[in-house]
Structure formats: structure tokens, C-alpha cells
């Protein structure tokens, strides 16, 4: 019998940079709806703003942090766990019922965000060659100036169209497309 072949590194830094794409769409999603998120949860748009502001912090503070934590975890297992998490997140933040839910499953929310962004830049560096390394996170990053540039006119757009919520559960939706190929792209270990 023999085993099935590795997933090749060029599948997985496709697979990261999805994740990316995902992390910085999902950081970046109240922008373009925050007039919506106030008006149906009865604040003002500077309150809403503080989706953003929190966010911010929890990775400023997070990313370090979790990286230290978990150095130490099987990478695929914990980047798959991190987009999990997203997803999940992504889900309960559609269904708040007031402004206090929604900030603190956006808060729980980025611990993924917090985690997967710094240990796939950790996650590429072993898995290519030195000489390759700074070209392979330089692509993996590649996601979050693709959401950077994508994320507020779609949210917008999906916020105007089918409501602030519609934005959240479609990120959620694509969040788990991309744990599904990060886990089937890396390798194990």
C-alpha cells in the first residue's frame, strides 16, 4: 500500500492566501454596512464604529500573543481550527439581536483572524526553501490587499441589497470554504 502524496507547497500557499482573503474580508466587513448595523440595532454609527476599533485592538494585541501561544500546535490543525472559529463567528455575529452580542462575537471572532494570519506566515516559512520565503509570505498576504481593495464596495453592495446580516453570513459561507482547502491543501505537522 502506498501512502497518498503530500499536498504540494504551491497548493498550500494558495490555500493561506485564501485564508488571508478571508481574515481581511471578514476584519474589514462592518466598513462598507456600519449605517445598516446602526440603524437595525438601535445605536449610533460612531457606536457601531467600534466593531472596528475592537477588532484592531484584538489583533494588535492578539497576533503576537497567539503566536507565542500556540508555536507549538500542529499547524494545519490549528489553521483550520482558526477558520473554524471564523466561520462560527461570522454565523453567531449574523444572528445578534443587539449591539452588546455582536461586539463581543466580533471580538471572539478575531482571536481566529489573530491566530491564523501570523502562523501562516510561520506556517510558509517552513515549508519553503530560505531563498523562497520572503517571495511565498509576500503572496500569502496577497489576501488581505485583495479584501483591502474587494471588501467595502461588495459589503455595500450586499449590505444595500439583502440587509447587514446577508454580508455576515456570506462570509461565513466562503470562510468555510476556505478551512475546508487549507485542510485538505497542507501537509500535516
Known sequence: VTAAPAP???RALWALLLGNLMIGTGFMLPIGILHHIAED???TVATAG???????VTLAIGAPT???????FDRRRLLATA????VVGHGASALATDFGWLLGSRLLTLVGAA???AQAAATVALMVPPARRAAAI????IGWSVAAAATVPLTSWVGAVAGWRSAFWLVAVASAAATAFV????PAG
Open 50 to 56: 467600534a466593531l472596528m476599533w475592537a477588532a484592531g
Open 138 to 141: 509576500a503572496f500569502v498576504f
Open 41 to 43: 440595532l438601535g445605536v
Open 183 to 186: 485542510a485538505a491543501a497542507l
Open 66 to 72: 497567539m503566536a507565542w501561544v500556540t508555536s507549538r
Open 8 to 10: 504540494s507547497p504551491g
Open 115 to 117: 491566530i491564523f494570519s
Open 83 to 86: 477558520l473554524a472559529a471564523y
